[in-house]
């Protein structure tokens, strides 16, 4: 008998759709398994954890509107109906129950972990979890879990969640009027770069067929490749956008898989992608909690240079996905079988789409751990070197004699594990050269066995692995008991003791806004460290990051991936960014506000750039609060205002009709070309 797998609307079996593809292993089921269970449509029956909040009501009573066959839902303790539909005190009796194929988990952050448990024990085969800042030890426990079982598929953290457009389920918060049944499948880590390629593909005719948000967290549960099979395979999708960013290595991974596809297809659907943080502030945290560079991870223009190497049109701006697809698609033919040169029409159209961008100072080429992150913690390194201490771990300062060398324990994305990181470089000004990861389980903790590899890796005297064993050892109980997510240190190697010599650690200090957890981490933070205008903005929600050299154009964006996308394409139009500044995926006319004041303090400026994309925000909104800056800070700079998405129409409207010296567009090259000329003037 062949088990059925309802696919948007109608039912297919798993044999018509190539499920075995999705295994490595015939034999052996595992997490990839259930990639499957990411085809999402009308047959899905949803429910929603959190249901009674007022966040998940508000969303349950839009998706219910647009279609999305909502089943019901669960609220501890809770038991009746909501919305008309059935209530359930757990999410184990609501699957007996309501025999649910998908639970969106809408509760705050601190709360999250639990309930993706909670569903994973109750074996829902897709979860999707929308919450921003969970602490990336939860979730490197989650993970451990899931490569444990072959039910239940993760989408998130920190994601918009997935829609099928032309089965008009959505599960998460996307803007529902930018969305256009039609034949273009995204996946991507931004939200806010995927709602404006949305409605660069509706503008173009084109629609959407599923949009997949893995997310922008350091670990999320569903990456790009897992995207790609499921598109590869999906009859409604014939074109393919990838959105990327800086952190981690998936993009190298989807870059690998596609030149497989490619080699192996005789008919591949085209695929175009983007890259955001070219021009990010080396070493940041780029507003998305994944959005940063670790030791042995490539930047974005290694990215972009895997991707375009394997076929892949690249764009600079999302607005440009719509026409760049229309014109793949033109020589795109479904089911064919015609042969075709592997690349090629790809190539034909990637530089009229856009230019390469080359890093033009020597500051955008230092290597990540000589600054520090925001949104998470660093501490100073003699504060570092007495954690070690207290850890009996041997410390030292460096006498000049012997070769010091990289040994960290960190995050290993690809794996969704802790790892080991080391490198036998000696050249302080590029540490990370070389960089080998060396993975490990999360719950079973570090195997003593792998100590001689290491090692050897790093070169040391087969008299020191005792020695190296004690640090390793030191450091992963440290990376346990703090919730670190890096712990880099500096060792050299003399008579067969291994000594530390420097230290660079980083904690994740969502373990203690969002759980109060690791306080007297928290405590060793020096805020007479950082910039005063980023500790400003940060009390208001606001991320903000001075960008380094002489950029005169202050850019107020809301959305980590957009603000990334906006400093990147500016750069390549000709200007120069000032700042980076996330009002956040929600902006409010008060932190519209409170962006101004924040750039304002900034004597480089000479423009301000508002590039908003009303995907949950709302254009006229915060064409008011653009408005309301005005009139209460009594600014005097010029100000270039692009909106698109929801209520543009009125927000430009808003802009033109003030009076006020601002400059209104929906266009972004247009308007990038008005701020760079007031810019110079």
Same mark, same amino acid.
């Given at each position: 008998?062949?088990?059925?797998?309802?696919?948007?609307?109608?039912?297919?079996?798993?044999?018509?759709?190539?499920?075995?593809?999705?295994?490595?292993?015939?034999?052996?089921?595992?997490?990839?398994?259930?990639?499957?269970?990411?085809? !999402?449509?009308?047959?899905?029956?949803?429910?929603?954890?959190?249901?009674?909040?007022?966040?998940?009501?508000?969303?349950?009573?839009?998706?219910?509107?647009?279609?999305?066959?909502?089943?019901?839902?669960?609220?501890?303790?809770?038991?009746?109906?909501?919305?008309?539909?059935?209530?359930?005190?757990?999410?184990?009796?609501?699957?007996?129950?309501?025999?649910?194929?998908?639970?969106?988990?809408?509760?705050?952050?601190?709360?999250?972990?639990?309930?993706?448990?909670?569903?994973?024990? $109750?074996?829902?085969?897709?979860?999707?979890?929308?919450?921003?800042?969970?602490?990336?030890?939860?979730?490197?426990?989650?993970?451990?879990?899931?490569?444990?079982?072959?039910?239940?598929?993760?989408?998130?953290?920190?994601?918009?969640?997935? !829609?099928?457009?032309?089965?008009?389920?959505?599960?998460?918060?996307?803007?529902?009027?930018?969305?256009?049944?039609?034949?273009?499948?995204?996946?991507?880590?931004?939200?806010?770069?995927?709602?404006?390629?949305?409605?660069?593909?509706?503008?173009?005719?084109?629609?959407?067929?599923?949009?997949?948000?893995?997310?922008?967290?350091?670990?999320?549960?569903?990456?790009?490749?897992?995207?790609?099979?499921?598109?590869?395979?999906?009859?409604?999708?014939?074109?393919?956008?990838?959105?990327?960013?800086?952190?981690?290595?998936?993009?190298?991974? $989807?870059?690998?898989?596609?030149?497989?596809?490619?080699?192996?297809?005789?008919?591949?659907?085209?695929?175009?992608?983007?890259?955001?943080?070219?021009?990010?502030?080396?070493?940041?945290?780029?507003?998305?909690?994944?959005?940063?560079?670790?030791?042995?991870?490539?930047?974005?223009?290694?990215?972009?240079?895997?991707?375009?190497?394997?076929?892949?049109?690249?764009?600079?701006?999302?607005?440009?996905?719509?026409?760049?697809?229309?014109?793949?698609?033109?020589?795109?033919?479904?089911?064919?079988?015609?042969?075709?040169?592997?690349?090629?029409?790809?190539?034909?159209?990637?530089?009229?789409?856009?230019?390469?961008?080359?890093?033009?100072?020597?500051?955008?080429?230092?290597?990540?751990?000589?600054?520090?992150?925001?949104?998470?913690?660093?501490?100073?390194?003699?504060?570092?070197?007495?954690?070690?201490?207290?850890?009996?771990?041997?410390?030292?300062?460096?006498?000049?004699?012997?070769?010091?060398?990289?040994?960290?324990?960190?995050?290993?994305?690809?794996?969704?594990?802790?790892?080991?990181?080391?490198?036998?470089?000696?050249?302080?000004?590029?540490?990370?050269?070389?960089?080998?990861?060396?993975?490990?389980?999360?719950?079973?903790?570090?195997?003593?066995?792998?100590?001689?590899?290491?090692?050897?890796?790093?070169?040391?005297?087969?008299?020191?692995?005792?020695?190296?064993?004690?640090?390793?050892?030191?450091?992963?109980?440290?990376?346990?008991?703090?919730?670190?997510?890096?712990?880099?240190?500096?060792?050299?190697?003399?008579?067969?003791?291994?000594?530390?010599?420097?230290?660079?650690?980083?904690?994740?200090?969502?373990?203690?806004?969002?759980?109060?957890?690791?306080?007297?981490?928290?405590?060793?933070?020096?805020?007479?460290?950082?910039?005063?205008?980023?500790?400003?903005?940060?009390?208001?929600?606001?991320?903000?990051?001075?960008?380094?050299?002489?950029?005169?154009?202050?850019?107020?964006?809301?959305?980590?991936?957009?603000?990334?996308?906006?400093?990147?394409?500016?750069?390549? $139009?000709?200007?120069?960014?000032?700042?980076?500044?996330?009002?956040?995926?929600?902006?409010?006319?008060?932190?519209?506000?409170?962006?101004?004041?924040?750039?304002?303090?900034?004597?480089?400026?000479?423009?301000?750039?508002?590039?908003?994309?009303?995907?949950?925000?709302?254009?006229?909104?915060?064409?008011?609060?653009?408005?309301?800056?005005?009139?209460?800070?009594?600014?005097?700079?010029?100000?270039?205002?692009?909106?698109?998405?929801?209520?543009?129409?009125?927000?430009?409207? !808003? !802009?033109?009709?003030?009076?006020?010296?601002?400059?209104?567009?929906?266009?972004?090259?247009?308007?990038?070309?008005?701020?760079?000329?007031?810019?110079?003037?």
């Amino acid at each position: 008998m062949i088990r059925q797998l309802r696919v948007r609307g109608r039912s297919a079996p798993l044999k018509h759709i190539h499920v075995s593809s999705f295994s490595t292993s015939a034999r052996h089921c595992s997490y990839e398994d259930t990639i499957a269970n990411l085809k !999402i449509g009308a047959h899905t029956r949803v429910i929603f954890q959190g249901f009674t909040g007022r966040q998940a009501t508000a969303n349950a009573k839009e998706s219910l509107a647009w279609g999305t066959n909502i089943v019901g839902g669960v609220t501890p303790g809770k038991n009746g109906e909501h919305l008309g539909l059935p209530l359930l005190p757990t999410v184990r009796e609501a699957m007996e129950k309501l025999k649910p194929d998908a639970t969106g988990i809408y509760v705050a952050a601190h709360q999250a972990p639990g309930a993706i448990e909670e569903a994973i024990e $109750a074996e829902i085969p897709l979860i999707v979890a929308v919450a921003e800042h969970i602490p990336v030890h939860d979730m490197l426990r989650i993970h451990s879990m899931l490569k444990t079982q072959s039910k239940c598929r993760l989408v998130g953290a920190n994601a918009p969640g997935i !829609i099928s457009a032309i089965g008009k389920c959505r599960i998460g918060f996307q803007p529902l009027p930018c969305f256009m049944p039609g034949r273009v499948g995204i996946v991507a880590k931004s939200g806010t770069l995927s709602y404006e390629s949305v409605a660069s593909t509706t503008r173009a005719g084109l629609g959407q067929s599923l949009c997949i948000s893995v997310g922008g967290d350091v670990l999320p549960g569903t990456n790009f490749v897992d995207g790609l099979k499921v598109f590869e395979h999906d009859d409604d999708t014939e074109g393919i956008l990838l959105i990327g960013e800086i952190g981690g290595t998936a993009e190298l991974d $989807a870059a690998e898989w596609i030149k497989d596809y490619r080699k192996r297809t005789p008919n591949p659907k085209p695929i175009a992608a983007l890259i955001g943080g070219v021009r990010a502030a080396p070493g940041r945290i780029m507003g998305h909690a994944g959005a940063f560079v670790l030791p042995g991870e490539p930047d974005a223009l290694t990215k972009v240079k895997h991707l375009e190497d394997a076929g892949v049109t690249i764009v600079n701006h999302p607005g440009k996905f719509g026409e760049a697809m229309k014109g793949l698609l033109s020589n795109y033919r479904p089911g064919s079988t015609r042969s075709a040169t592997p690349g090629a029409s790809q190539r034909r159209s990637m530089h009229t789409i856009s230019r390469r961008i080359r890093p033009t100072t020597r500051s955008q080429a230092l290597r990540p751990s000589t600054m520090v992150h925001k949104r998470n913690l660093y501490i100073r390194e003699n504060l570092a070197l007495n954690l070690l201490r207290e850890s009996n771990i041997n410390v030292s300062e460096y006498s000049g004699q012997g070769n010091k060398r990289l040994l960290a324990v960190g995050i290993d994305r690809k794996n969704l594990s802790p790892c080991i990181i080391a490198s036998p470089a000696s050249d302080p000004e590029q540490p990370h050269v070389g960089a080998k990861k060396f993975p490990f389980d999360y719950r079973k903790g570090f195997d003593p066995s792998s100590t001689q590899e290491i090692a050897e890796y790093l070169q040391l005297d087969q008299s020191a692995k005792e020695s190296l064993l004690k640090v390793i050892n030191g450091l992963v109980d440290l990376f346990m008991q703090k919730e670190a997510f890096l712990l880099e240190t500096t060792i050299v190697e003399q008579a067969g003791d291994v000594k530390v010599v420097g230290a660079h650690f980083g904690f994740d200090d969502a373990a203690f806004r969002s759980t109060k957890r690791q306080a007297d981490v928290h405590a060793l933070r020096r805020t007479e460290d950082e910039d005063a205008q980023e500790l400003e903005a940060e009390k208001d929600g606001i991320v903000y990051i001075k960008l380094a050299g002489d950029g005169n154009i202050g850019t107020l964006v809301n959305g980590a991936g957009l603000a990334m996308n906006t400093v990147d394409a500016l750069a390549d $139009a000709g200007g120069k960014a000032a700042n980076f500044l996330d009002t956040g995926g929600k902006a409010t006319s008060e932190t519209v506000k409170k962006s101004f004041q924040v750039i304002l303090q900034d004597p480089r400026v000479k423009v301000i750039f508002v590039n908003i994309f009303g995907g949950l925000t709302l254009g006229d909104m915060i064409a008011n609060g653009v408005l309301l800056a005005f009139k209460e800070l009594e600014m005097r700079l010029p100000v270039v205002v692009r909106i698109r998405g929801t209520n543009e129409k009125e927000g430009q409207k !808003i !802009i033109a009709e003030s009076g006020l010296p601002l400059h209104a567009f929906d266009d972004f090259e247009e308007a990038a070309a008005k701020a760079i000329e007031l810019a110079n003037r």
